[in-house]
C-alpha cells in the first residue's frame, strides 16, 4: 500500500488543521492505521491510532484535541488536528501495516503553528 498524505500548512496557536492520508489500496483489514509525528531534533512518535479492533489510542498531549477518523469506502484516514499549539509543530507521517510503525509510510507533511 502506498501512501500520500496532506493537509500541513502554517496555522496559528488554537487553530485548526485536517490531514488526510490517502491510501492506494484497501486500509480497512490492516492492523493498525497511525499519525506520527516528528519535531525537529527528535524522534518520531505516535501521535494518533486505531488497531485492527477498532481501539483508538492518542498520545497524552493530544489527547481531546485531536482525532483520527476514517473512511474505509475512500481508503483515506484523517488527523483532525485542533486547539493547535506550537508545540505540535512537526512533519506529520502517516502510517498503515501490521502494528504501529511497520509497514508503509506516506511522504510526510508539515504542520507549523506560530505563537
Known amino acids: 500500500v502506498q501512501l500520500q498524505a496532506s493537509g500541513g500548512g502554517l496555522v496559528q496557536a488554537g487553530g485548526s488543521l485536517r490531514l488526510s492520508c490517502a491510501a492506494s489500496?484497501?486500509?480497512?483489514?490492516?492492523?493498525?492505521v497511525g499519525w506520527f509525528r516528528q519535531p525537529p531534533g527528535t524522534l518520531r512518535e505516535l501521535v494518533a491510532g486505531i488497531s485492527g479492533g477498532g481501539s483508538i489510542r492518542y498520545a497524552d498531549s493530544v489527547k481531546g484535541r485531536f482525532t483520527i477518523p476514517r473512511d474505509n469506502a475512500k481508503n483515506e484516514v484523517y488527523l483532525q488536528m485542533n486547539s493547535l499549539r506550537p508545540e505540535d509543530t512537526a512533519v506529520y507521517y502517516c502510517?498503515?501495516?501490521?502494528?504501529?510503525?511497520?509497514?508503509?509510510w506516506g511522504q510526510g507533511t508539515l504542520v507549523t503553528v506560530s505563537s
Open positions: 502510517n498503515v501495516g501490521p502494528s504501529y510503525g511497520l509497514g508503509s
Open positions: 489500496g484497501s486500509i480497512s483489514r490492516i492492523n493498525a
